[in-house]
């Protein structure tokens, strides 16, 4: 530095109207502030890498609580269709219980006349002056033979009518053990009945229970994917000023090598005592550019067709019968944002009952239901047609089969109808075959 400060002192002496042409030297971060930023950069790296790890886990645990909803929503599905067949077997069980009560009671109205009929009939067969069998009848007898056949007559007669009294004692017996067996298969309808509802509230409970844990992991991810963007940010600002020091640094020892050679030729002028002024400044580099790095009944066909035919119809949890598009229904939820129970359409076992209805095939509305509504084949050899699940029992999805590695489905709400590639993470290892 002595040697560039004589420099510019001979400058001066010999060129005093340039004193205003010496530029002044560019800034020199020292060593410290290099180290500094470096290491502040370095540890915002670390920042990032750590937040991506936790974005990583907090992603995969939104994905597997995300599929837990869509388990937990069609086990609510199994619930109400299990639901409707108890409260149908119910209302069934009722009625023979109430024709069972009716047949009973008219036994019991039918034994209480024959045996008033037969009352009458003992009481008129003893009454004098009567005409049905009495003293009188044997006493207008002819003959010993004609009183014998009288009173045999008496006789069969009196016991026709006991026998009578019996066949509808039986009768009413019968019916009054079909009543109670009647009123006991009712009893354990609506037995069923009641496990059935409260199996449907602790469904809906559990997707609740579900929908919360899935809404409150998501709202996490968002707050780590906020924090690792914020400090993403913070890197590329610390990126960017520990290369701007080292481009200033760069800059000064560039401007220094210039400064040492205009010494050089300033002493070498002074010695020939020159009258030209010194060598110009050459022209200095720029500084380096900084970029931040980015941040980042038929046959198969008709069954196909009719799912095709609603290629971008959307997705309605709990739409979808034999028919077509229905209005969805409430989840409490995900599904309920989007609002699902006010639009129409399909959700994944739902266009599965309308595509195959068209094949004269009638599925239930639960996609663990048609997991086990046809004829299972090793996943590899799933062919045109066939249906594909995902989740326990193939509870979660379903979706066709197109052959071609794909597939046809209903995904999940916020989403409509569409035609995608197979996808085998969680997938079940069989094919169902209704065709």
Known sequence: MARWVAAVVVALVLFPGTASAVPPPPPNPSDDQIT???????????????????LTAAEAELRRLTDDVAFKMELANKARVDLENAQHEAVRAKEDA??????????????????????????????????????????????PED????????????????????????????LANKDSAARAALDLANEKQAAAEQARRDADDAQQSAVRAQQAQAGQAAAIEGDRSRVEGELTQALTAVQGLEGQRAQYNSWLDDKRREEEEAARQAAL???QRPAQQPNRPPAQQITPPPSGGGDVETVIARAMANLGVRYSWGGGNYNGPTVGIRDGGVADSYGDYY??????????????????????????????????????????????????????????????????EAPYSGSSVRVAPVRYGGIMPYAVRLL
Not at 147 to 168: C, E, I, K, P
């Open 343 to 408: 639009s129409v359409g399909f959700d994944c076992s739902g266009l599965m009952m309308y595509a195959f209805a068209g094949a004269g095939v009638y599925l239930p509305h639960y996609s663990g239901y048609q997991y086990n509504a046809g004829y299972q084949v090793p996943l590899a050899q799933a062919q045109r047609g066939d249906m594909l699940f995902w989740g326990p029992g193939g509870g979660t999805h379903v979706a066709l089969y197109l052959g071609d590695g794909m597939m046809i």
């Open 273 to 275: 005592n020159a009258a």
């Open 36 to 54: 500094a930023g470096r290491a502040e950069a370095d540890a915002k790296a670390a920042r990032v890498g750590e937040l991506t790890g936790q």
């Open 98 to 143: 109430d024709a069972a009560r009716t047949e009973a009671d008219a036994a019991g109205r039918a034994v209480e006349e024959s045996r008033a009929e037969l009352d009458d009939f003992a009481a008129a067969s003893f009454q004098q002056g009567s005409t049905i069998g009495s003293l009188s009848a044997y006493f207008g007898a002819s003959s």
């Open 147 to 174: 009183l014998l056949a009288r009173a045999q007559l008496l006789a069969a007669v009196g016991d026709s009518g006991l026998n009578a009294l019996d066949d509808v004692e039986r009768a009413r017996s019968e």
